[in-house]
Each structure stands twice: as structure tokens, then as C-alpha cells.
DNA sequence: GACACGATTTACAACGTTGTGAACGGCATC
DNA sequence: GATGCCGTTCACAACGTTGTAAATCGTGTC
């Protein structure tokens, strides 16, 4: 069907290994016949196989991009990121949804499917404490957040409890002394949510105010109808409070719909602020205020830091951490 | 480094086609001989060289799914969904994202990147008329959405005219009947844009309303800050409104995140219905009535579709229709 | 015990590419 | 005119798999 380097060779009346020749622009081949060679190759429309250069190459000019569900506005915006530093270097991206399933996350990095790429970027969510030996794999990796730490493997860092100290110490800063945390995943310690908890608890101790633990909504998964459903438990449960930090975006956004639908007034009532910087917290009602935590320079360093993995094996290990900020909105 | 047939071969005490023949399930295989091979494949951890199996098979286990930009929910969404039904079927999806432009689309239909996968779910945003012709291209692909029509391409349709007719028809009837459009793409005709607006033209001139083109709310992008800016245009044009239909939820949500800043009323005073469904809306302040257009069922029948045609290329040409229906919520 | 006939296993040739090294050609040098 | 050199081209052998067809094995039949 589609012509291959035989052909093209045929066409132009050379043997097949100068056509690769042309195609890969090895020096020592004459004007005149790389002109006849181009010729035939547009003639016949040539590109070549991809399989054929995978399997003699051993490389596939792909990367899989792993992250738990693409519906979570971060991890979309992740991925539009993500795709766009990988095209830039040449690269295309596969994506793995892990729906933030322990057992699927620790199924793709023994899945034969990773063989079709050349490394993995892997944003784990479900995975614990003692899966961290299965990170050990033969692949090219880097791991985004600062879920699992293994001493091996590259990552690229999010600023978890920094960030969350600062948004927290942003609202006693503005007089704010009950505030509630949407988002707690009870018991866990080095996921994102007991991360950013961590944050949260080391901002009040440095004002010198003690954690009450009434004012925490435990929420499982991060989507707006949880943070709605942690908002009216809370409401319901008479605890008072002046400040909701959210773990995410997402959740920020259904409790604030919760809280106002409640009749709560944003902020005057309650301040409300996010974490994660998604588009869709620019434009709610009120915007949300929220970290910013640098998700196109995750992603740039991330790809950046897979591609040096890539290309050499035995680098050190790196540990990239990445720049943040707080975006002042009207919701607090 | 990797083990391959011929290492498992050599393990087992067979020739490497019997271990082929194992790994593919041929029939006649030894009970004793297949075991003996299964310890050497677990022992060495075998797995098959991809590359190798598409050279040599023509088949690559992978689509290409093309979008305008995932950080749009709707296409998270669908990209999503797409995964999942990919996923069914033992594939796995690559994205490329064109960012609306048209140049982009005409590159990507010729890449040699399509190369690495055996089919293409296109959803062309910028492409003309004209650039019709370009769609014939040799690799299955099917389309998605009403954007473009040919009659030898397969296509999954939203029912686009169709539901905005319904839209505006719902509006009309709870007594609306200075109702704006926002996302208008003037002289559009064959895009979402044009056919949404086409629907919108036909509910009121069954109504026997006068169609006002100074409650079009142009928007070339279709994003909360283009809706929010379109809406802020209508109410300082001072032409008066009381029904928003967006052409999408993104420029929905901006559009009443403007309106209330500003001090109208949804649904009081301005009714606001979207288009699409998308998770964002449900939790929106209020929340938003809009219209599903089937995103869960487009993206199954748009992969089942694909999976039909890379299967049997003479198949005849496949127009599937998709369903849709009116979410009522509290913006309307 | 030779023969036939499945069941099982194997050898070999692709698939289309790139790396290696050898062959070829022309030109300058002596 | 032979020698050497460099620029150019080519032949061949991988890469790891699957399809085809042939070889081998085992069992039942006469």
C-alpha cells in the first residue's frame, strides 16, 4: 500500500540505503542525487514506517502521560500543557486515565502497553507508602506531585505544604481564625490532601491557633458535588467557621455553591480559597482565590526532565521543584 | 536488554515460534510444552516487542484522538469518554491538540505522525469548505461533530441545529422573548457556531418572533472570559434582554458571572442556558440549564465506529446520530 | 511392523528501517 | 601512470515479530 524506501529507491534509480540516507540527512550524499531522491519521494507521497524505525531504532518517538481522570479541570490543563512541551521537542503523548484506582495505577507500570513509549510521566493519586518499590522500573519516568517519594526516581515537585501554609496564613491574615478544610483524606500523610493538611495545620501553630478538627470535611474524591456535600455537613454540623480552604479548585467550587445556595454570603460570611489555579475558578461567581502552582512549568520541566532521562540513563536523579503563587480573587 | 522470543526459547528448550505461538494462543501447543514456555516467559519477564509486532502485523493498537485543546471541558470531557471506550477494546489513545487552527488541522490530516496509530477521531474546528477535499486521507478516521460534511467520510453527528432549536424553544416558552446569543461567529455557517445559531433562528421564527441581530454576542473563542466580554457588550449596548443562550457552557458561565457582577438577576432577570453539559455547569452559581448533546455516547459510537472501519475499509459509509436531551437547572 | 493421519513443532521468509563496513568513483599527488 | 584519499554509494545484516509451509512426532489401523 504506502510506499516504502524500495520504492522510493526504485523511482529514482538508487539502491534504497541512500534514500535513508536523504531521509536522514546524511551528509555525503550528492545535490544532484538528493534532488532525484526528494523528487521520488513526493512523487509517491513516502513517509516513513514508524514501526520498522521503532524496532531498528529502539526508540518511539512517544510518551505516556499518566494521570487519574482528565475530567478534573488540573489534569486536563495538565495535559494541554504537557502535550504542547512534548510537540515542541518532537514528542507525542498517549494518555492513561487511572481513575485514582491504587490496583490500575500499579497495573500500567508493568503493562505492556508502556513498551509503545519511550518514558512516562506519572501523576499517581492511589498508590501507598509500600508500593513506592514498584516505581523501580525499567522505563524512563518522572513522577509529578509530591504524592510518593522514592530516592531513584525523578520528580518534579509541587510545593504542597509551602503552598497550602501560605494560602492558610493569607486568611488569618485577614482576620479570618475558623477556618474549615474541605477536602481531608483521614489518615492519609504524604498524598496531596495530607500535604496541603499539613500546610494548613503548620500556618496555625506558627499564629499560635489550635486545630479543630470539627472544622475538617473529609472528602474522598475532589469534585465539585464532594465539596458541595462537605460544605453542608459542616453548615449542618453548627460548627462555626469564617474561611473555607479548599484542597482543590473543584472543591472550592461546589462548596461555594453549597454555602451560597445556603444563603452564606462570599466572602463577607465566609472566605473562600482554592488550590490549583483552573480556568474555571477565574470566571465562578465570585472568582475564586486560589495557589497557583505552576502548572505549564510542571509540565515543561517535567517533559524536560523525561527527555534528559531519555536520552541518558544513568543521570543523577533529579528533583525538580517548581514555583508558585497566590491569586487574589473575589472570593476572599 | 529486554528478553525476547528467542531468550524465552532458549529458557524453555523450544524453538522461538513455539513461543510464539503460546503467547498468540495457537491451538496446537502442548499442554506440558505451553507450560514450560509459561514459566520462561514469567521467569524472564517477557513481553512482547510492539514495534516489532506492528511491522509485522500492520496494526498498532493505538488511535489518535484530535481536539481543539483539552483545557476546554467539553473536549476533557470527550477526551475522557473516548479513553475509556478506547481502553473496552484493548486501545490506546494519543492526542494531538490543534488549537482551533485551521493550519494546524490541514498539517495534522498529513503528519507522518498518524503513521503510529490506526485510526483518527477528528474534531475540526478551523477547517473550511474549501479544505474539505483534504479529508480523504487513507487512514480510517471518522469526525466528530456537525462541522464539516463529506459524503464518503464516516462521521459521528451532534444533533446541533436540532438542539438549539429545542434550547430556544424552552426559553420561548417559560416567556422569554428577547433572548441573546453569545459565541456567535458572523457569517459562520457550517461550524457549531452557525448551526447552533441556525437552530436559534428557526425556534422563533416558528414563534413568529423577528430574529434581532443586535443580541448577537459575537465570539470568536469560546471561552468564559469571551463570554463574560460578549455579555458585558450586550448590556452596554443597552439593547434590552431577558434570556442569554451561549453557544457553549464555557461562554455560558462567563457570560453570568458578567451579568451578575453587574447586578442582574439569573434567572430574575436574565434566564441563561448553556450547551454541552459539562461537569462544571451542574455546580455553577446557579447552576446551569444546558443542553447534553450525548458526550458518553458520542465518544462510544465514535470508537466503535473507528474500530468497524479500520476492521474492514469497504465498509459503506457510516453517519451515526446521537442523542441528546435539556437539563433543566436553576438558570433558567 | 509399515502406513496414514492428525497433532505438534520447526525453519524460513518476510515486515521496513538503520548501522557497519566495504566498494566504487574521481581527483590530486608523486 | 600508479598511488592514495575522500566523497559517494551500496550490500548486508540486524531489530523482534508473525504467516506459511514443511518437518517431525505420536497414535491408531490394518
Request: charged residues 25%.
Given at each position: ?56 531504532s529502539g526508540r518511539n518517538g512517544a510518551i505516556s502521560l499518566a494521570v487519574p481522570e482528565l475530567r478534573l479541570p488540573y489534569f486536563a490543563e495538565l495535559a494541554d500543557e504537557v502535550i504542547r512541551a512534548a510537540e515542541r521537542r518532537g ?242
Amino acid at each position: 500500500m504506502a510506499a516504502t524506501l524500495h520504492d522510493v529507491a526504485r523511482l529514482a534509480g538508487v539502491s534504497f540505503k541512500t534514500v535513508s540516507n536523504v531521509v536522514n540527512d546524511y551528509p555525503h550524499v550528492r545535490p544532484s542525487t538528493r534532488q532525484r531522491v526528494l523528487d521520488a519521494i513526493a512523487q509517491l507521497g513516502y513517509q516513513p514506517n514508524l514501526s520498522a524505525r521503532s524496532l531498528r531504532s529502539g526508540r518511539n518517538g512517544a510518551i505516556s502521560l499518566a494521570v487519574p481522570e482528565l475530567r478534573l479541570p488540573y489534569f486536563a490543563e495538565l495535559a494541554d500543557e504537557v502535550i504542547r512541551a512534548a510537540e515542541r521537542r518532537g514528542l507525542v503523548v498517549l494518555i492513561e486515565q487511572t481513575n485514582r484506582d491504587r490496583q490500575r495505577e500499579v497495573d500500567l507500570l508493568t503493562s505492556a502497553r508502556l513498551r509503545m513509549v519511550d518514558g512516562l510521566l506519572f501523576s499517581p493519586l492511589g498508590m501507598t507508602a509500600e508500593d513506592v518499590g514498584l516505581l523501580e522500573i525499567d522505563l524512563p519516568m518522572v513522577l509529578l506531585g509530591e504524592r510518593l517519594f522514592h530516592p531513584t526516581v525523578d520528580h518534579v515537585m509541587i510545593q504542597n505544604v509551602e503552598t497550602a501554609r501560605a494560602a492558610t496564613r493569607y486568611l488569618l491574615e485577614r482576620g479570618r481564625r475558623r477556618i474549615a478544610v474541605v477536602g481531608v483524606h483521614p489518615g492519609e500523610v504524604i498524598g496531596s490532601a495530607g500535604l496541603r493538611l499539613r500546610g494548613y495545620r503548620e500556618a496555625l501553630e506558627e499564629a499560635g491557633i489550635a486545630v479543630d478538627e470539627r472544622l475538617f470535611g473529609p472528602a474522598e474524591l475532589w469534585y465539585r458535588h464532594q465539596g458541595a456535600e462537605a460544605a453542608q455537613q459542616l453548615m449542618q454540623s453548627g460548627v462555626e467557621f469564617d474561611a473555607v480552604f479548599a484542597l482543590n479548585d473543584t472543591l472550592a467550587l461546589g462548596a461555594m455553591h453549597a454555602l451560597i445556595t445556603a444563603g452564606r454570603k462570599v466572602p463577607e460570611d465566609v472566605a473562600v480559597v482554592g488550590f490549583d489555579n483552573t480556568d474555571d475558578g477565574q470566571y465562578s461567581q465570585p472568582a475564586l482565590t486560589t495557589i497557583d502552582p505552576g502548572r505549564r512549568e510542571i509540565a515543561e520541566s517535567a517533559v524536560a526532565a523525561l527527555v534528559r532521562r531519555i536520552a541518558d540513563r544513568d543521570l543523577p536523579v533529579q528533583h525538580v521543584p517548581v514555583g508558585w503563587s497566590l491569586v487574589e480573587r473575589a472570593s476572599s
